[in-house]
């Protein structure tokens, strides 16, 4: 752990520290990224997980729109800048180790890439895997580039 968070351990409360010094501060794995939680600021429900770099956070923090990275795609993940499912923030938390990221969001639209709200939608239950909830929209649908008109 970092001298920073040490010392955010035994901090009053509202004591504040500049960001640059707890982002260069934060616990990134061996590629640069920190687990990123979303859940939905008015419910608690939880959305997704999904990896950010300093980059993306710094980015999520001046914009208020959420941003990630994608380590399919090997560049920043602006959440909905396909599928218009955006995620604006509404706060954001370290955890006590500097090691992941809690993001409170005011998710629109589905949030799971299978139209579903949240993608922790399988359930695991005496000795089975159960689906728990619908697809809110047709992935097929939430994806499709829209056809321009002639």
Same mark, same amino acid.
């Given at each position: &752990? ?5 010392? %955010?351990? /035994?901090?009053? %409360?509202?004591? /504040? ?6 982002? !260069? !501060?934060?616990? $990134? ?19 997704? &997980? ?10 999520? %923090? ?5 941003? $990630? ?8 993940? /602006? ?31 589905? !949030? ?8 922790? $939608?399988?359930? %695991?239950?005496?000795?089975?895997? /159960? ?11 939430? $994806? ?7």
């Amino acid at each position: &752990m970092t001298d920073t968070f040490k010392e %955010l351990e /035994r901090a009053e %409360l509202d004591s /504040r520290l500049p960001i640059e010094r707890v982002l !260069a !501060a934060v616990r $990134y794995n061996a590629d640069g990224l920190i687990p990123a939680i979303a859940q939905q600021h008015d419910t608690g429900e939880v959305l997704m &997980m999904a990896w950010m770099n300093r980059e993306s956070i710094e980015e999520t %923090l001046s914009s208020r729109r959420v941003c $990630y990275w994608s380590r399919s795609r090997g560049k920043l993940w /602006r959440k909905g800048e396909t599928s218009g499912q955006q995620q604006l923030l509404r706060s954001a938390s370290l955890d006590c180790d500097g090691d992941t990221l809690l993001l409170q969001v005011d998710q629109k639209g589905p !949030a799971c890439h299978t139209g579903r709200r949240s993608c922790f $939608y399988v359930a %695991l239950e005496e000795g089975e895997a /159960r689906i728990s909830s619908e697809p809110l929209i047709d992935p097929d649908t939430l $994806y499709r580039k829209p056809s321009v008109e002639r």
